[in-house]
């Protein structure tokens, strides 16, 4: 199907329609595209006698609808053609569409199909003309739905419109139970579900209960459980392709449809479709009137609309409060009545012009209010033609000008008021310019503050005060920038006198603007080096203050005149854990014992009133919430007039001093009566004490020295076996391999019959393979990179080669150990330990991860991290080879220390101090 929208003249030629429109329907019948702006007659040819074009002739007569059969296209085919006329102010529009029938030559048979094609065309005919008196969209598918169930001869039916969330509302229905009407309005459609309809998809199911073991469909369980048999659906499409809702007919008997049947229901949708559009477009044509009307009335400005006989036709709320005349007197009022006399002709000539011309006009003009009161006002006069009527007419606009003539009166005052205080103010420096940066102001302050008199600088550029390095760096253009993007570049920085000198200027630059434009500059600045040079040394003697006060292990702290805490140093911080702001004010209070506090603010009271100094002892809370006495001193700082300005205090920890004199006191006595059984004992005891010192010292003397000895020993030995195994035994089994080799060679050369290739390659595999195990074994006993290279490189390659055989991941972290060289003795150790711990990872700690840390910040440390399941340490033991670690690492003056839980991973952490090696 074919649908299309076209307009036509009653001077175009022939009766001839022009395509403004055009769509293919998804029917499931053939379609021909109509190309925009083409002839109806041109693409679409009359064929033998028939004009089809003549019989839309009615539509011109204002018929609201007319159908008919013609054979027309190329090539020729037999079509049903359907013209509705669509209300319009401007042209004669019309929606055709074209529905392609079957072949002319209908066998006798369908002679009954023929006339109920018949009879629903007249039933669409006249459902045409009903819907062109309609106005109500639920009538006009209430109508629509009839005359479907009339042409589909189906018991019940209904149309649904689809709202935004996808759900089906009912809009019109009939001939359906109120269960089954309930389920079909609380259907919701699936986004797929609305695609495939949109595209013009049909539902056609003449039989429900033949689909029932196959049905998924909550809409088909629906109707089979309210005896429904069959069943047909519509898509309801907009002209855009939108899907609109659905025309479903429903019957209680098992039934097929005839191809006039679906035609008349393609039809009958593309109606409904057309209703609903019209009817949507009509309620947003009246919301845009309202919303219009009520733009006019409450419109900011006065606004009417003048006919061009000079009279109001319309006025809004805003103009008769400026004109002071209420709307009833307005309208039977003209313009020049309303307006000072000397102003009507240029009125009366804006007016002429917008007629003539159609140019808008504005002008400044002058109103007369009831009590005689001028009032100032911009008018805009433009023309306005409104559809439907020929006379043009004139839309004034008005704006209220008379607090902007105020304004400007004010403002030309203010700016004589502002030239004579610029040249009175000495202290700052007001200087303005051009767009362009050109100087074009310069008051009495700029001529005291940079030395330059006006006729040295008018005309200059700005930049002329800027050091050199501001200039070159485009210091004066980027506040330029920054003044007209934010409205003001403020800065503080060196600026040049005339003679040469610096100082430190204080400015800001801002635009000088006139509407949207920027006219010029103004910048205004102050010297302020001497406040700067103040500003400094204040700082500089605040900061040794703090320095100082956070150096000192009393807590220290100052308060206002009024006796408000101003400022802690760290020391109360780091005792209290108290936040800054919880302590300044009177905030402290809160740390003082409750037993202290009423006492020692009576003193504190006492002290301010009097400017005295305060000493007292008192109990204040750490961040614990234990208690530590500190004796507490607050001093008075008075000024030259003997005014106390502030105070400073400082609060020292005698908890100690306190407890030691309790001790000390309770125990005198006692250590007067032992004194001499005591002398005796310890006389006795520091003897034997010494004796077992030295007996002590002497053993683990020995102890270190053949725990060296055997160290080096097993060093030298394994340093031995490793040479060995390099340069001996490696040595003669690559010999063996070669003579195997040659003896392959040789063999092949005199016998190749008796060679056997695979078991001379799996031979010399397993050579390969035991020079590789005696390679590792003699690296293993003693890593040459350990002597060459040193401890970095030798443990990258150990664990490289460890995680390649085990398959757990490695990395080293050396952090800023940068290629130290340490002691032999001490490489290998910290070497040793990496191979015990990652001999004890492979065995027992099922671990995917191990890191190894490597350090030399302050002392050697070595740290081992794996995220194996660990095991829970018991003090003072461990495993045969980390013990040994141990004793190794404390003959060097260094320690073991291992971290573990179970779950949680195992880390082993050694460590030797730099002095000793």
Request: proline share 4%; net charge negative.
């Amino acid at each position: 199907m074919l649908l299309c929208e076209a307009v036509t003249t009653p001077e175009m030629p022939g009766g001839d329609w022009r395509v403004i429109s055009c769509n293919v329907l998804p029917s499931g019948a053939e379609g021909q595209q109509l190309a925009r702006g083409t002839l109806l007659s041109q693409s679409l040819p009359a064929h033998g006698d028939e004009e089809w074009l003549q019989r839309l002739r009615p539509i011109l007569a204002d018929e609201p609808s007319v159908a008919f059969e013609s054979s027309i296209g190329l090539p020729p085919r037999r079509h049903l053609i359907v013209a509705r006329r669509v209300p319009d102010p401007s042209r004669i529009l019309c929606r055709i569409l074209f529905v392609p029938l079957s072949s002319s030559a209908e066998p006798p048979d369908q002679l009954d199909k023929a006339l109920a094609d018949l009879e629903g065309m007249k039933r669409l005919h006249d459902l045409n003309r009903r819907l062109m008196r309609s106005r109500r969209l639920g009538e006009m598918l209430t109508e629509i739905l009839e005359a479907t169930l009339f042409i589909s001869r189906m018991t019940g039916g209904c149309i649904r419109l689809l709202d935004p969330g996808g759900r089906l509302d009912l809009a019109a229905h009939s001939g359906l139970a109120a269960p089954l009407l309930s389920g079909l309005g609380a259907i919701t459609l699936a986004p797929a579900c609305q695609a495939e309809l949109a595209g013009g998809r049909h539902y056609f199911l003449g039989d429900l209960a033949a689909e029932q073991e196959t049905a998924h469909s909550d809409e088909i369980r629906l109707l089979l459980s309210q005896d429904i048999r069959a069943v047909q659906a519509i898509p309801i499409i907009s002209s855009q392709g939108r899907l609109l809702g659905l025309l479903s007919t429903y019957a209680t008997e098992a039934r097929t449809y005839e191809e006039h049947e679906l035609r008349h229901l393609d039809l009958l949708a593309w109606i409904a479709s057309d209703c609903i559009e019209r009817a949507r477009s009509e309620e947003d044509l009246r919301a845009s009137q309202a919303q219009l009307a009520a733009i006019f009335a409450e419109a900011p400005v006065g606004i009417a609309e003048v006919s061009a006989e000079g009279s109001f036709l319309r006025v809004n709320n805003r103009l008769c409060d400026l004109l002071g005349r209420s709307r009833e007197d307005l309208m039977h009022l003209r313009p020049a009545d309303v307006t000072y006399p000397d102003d009507v002709g240029e009125t009366l000539a804006g007016f002429r012009s917008v007629l003539e011309t159609g140019h808008p006009v504005s002008i400044d003009k002058r109103y007369v209010r009831p009590d005689g009161r001028i009032v100032w006002a911009n008018s805009s006069f433009s023309a306005l033609q409104v559809p439907g009527r020929e006379e043009v007419s004139i839309l004034a606009v008005t704006v209220d000008l008379t607090e902007r003539r105020k304004m400007e009166a004010d403002l030309l005052a203010s700016e004589v008021n502002l030239r004579l205080v610029m040249d009175s103010v000495r202290d700052y420096a007001i200087i303005t310019t051009d767009v362009e940066g050109l100087i074009t102001g310069w008051n009495t302050g700029a001529r005291h503050i940079f030395g330059y008199g006006p006729e040295e600088v008018l005309g200059r550029h700005v930049g002329m005060i800027f050091t050199p390095e501001d200039q070159a760096a485009g210091i004066p253009q980027a506040e330029f920038v920054i003044a007209r993007t934010k409205g003001h570049a403020a800065d503080e920085r060196w600026h040049l006198r005339k003679d040469g000198r610096r100082f430190w200027v204080s400015g800001v630059m801002s635009p000088l603007e006139e509407g949207d434009l920027v006219k010029g500059y103004v910048k205004v600045a102050r010297d302020l080096t001497e406040q700067r040079v103040a500003q400094a040394a204040v700082r500089d003697s605040e900061q040794r203050f703090r320095l100082l006060a956070d150096s000192m292990p009393q807590i220290v702290w100052s308060n206002t005149p009024a006796g408000d805490a101003a400022y802690f140093n760290r020391r109360w911080f780091d005792y209290t854990a108290a936040d800054p702001a919880a302590s300044l004010g009177s905030g402290w209070q809160a740390f003082i014992h409750p037993d202290d506090a009423e006492a020692l603010l009576q003193e504190w009271n006492s002290a301010l009133q009097g400017g005295r100094i305060l000493d007292a002892e008192v109990r204040l809370r750490a961040c614990d919430g234990s208690y530590r006495w500190f004796i507490v001193r607050n001093v008075p700082h008075f000024d030259d007039q003997g005014l106390v300005i502030g105070w400073f205090g400082t609060a020292t920890d005698i908890t100690e001093r306190k407890i030691q004199a309790q001790e000390l006191q309770a125990a005198h006595d006692l250590l007067e009566t032992r004194v001499q059984d005591r002398t005796r004992e310890l006389r006795e005891a520091m003897q034997d004490l010494q004796r077992e010192v030295s007996q002590r010292e002497r053993l683990e003397e020995e102890r270190g020295t053949l725990l060296s000895r055997l160290v080096s020993s097993q060093e030298e030995e394994r340093a031995r076996l490793s040479r060995d195994l390099h340069d001996d035994l490696s040595q003669h089994m690559v010999t063996m391999r070669m003579e195997i080799d040659n003896l392959r060679r040789q063999l092949t050369d005199e016998h190749p019959e008796l060679v056997q290739k695979d078991v001379f390659e799996s031979l010399m595999g397993r050579v390969d393979e035991l020079i590789r195990a005696v390679h590792r074994r003699a690296w293993e006993l003693r890593p040459s990179e350990l002597d060459h290279l040193g401890l970095e490189v030798a443990l990258r390659h150990y664990l490289q080669d460890w995680s390649n055989k085990t398959g757990i991941a490695s990395h080293l972290h050396t952090g800023t150990w940068s290629d130290l060289r340490l002691p032999p003795d001490a490489e290998i150790a910290l070497y040793r330990v990496v191979q015990e711990a990652l001999a004890n990872v492979t065995r027992h700690a099922s671990a995917t991860k191990v890191d190894l840390h490597l350090d030399a910040d302050g002392e050697v440390l070595l740290m081992i991290s794996d995220n194996g399941r660990g095991f829970e340490p018991v003090s003072g033991k461990g495993r045969l080879g980390l013990l040994g670690m141990r004793e190794r690492l404390n003959s060097l003056g260094g320690s073991l220390a291992i971290e573990s839980a179970p779950g949680a991973g195992t880390t082993i952490r050694a460590g030797l101090p730099l002095p000793a090696l």
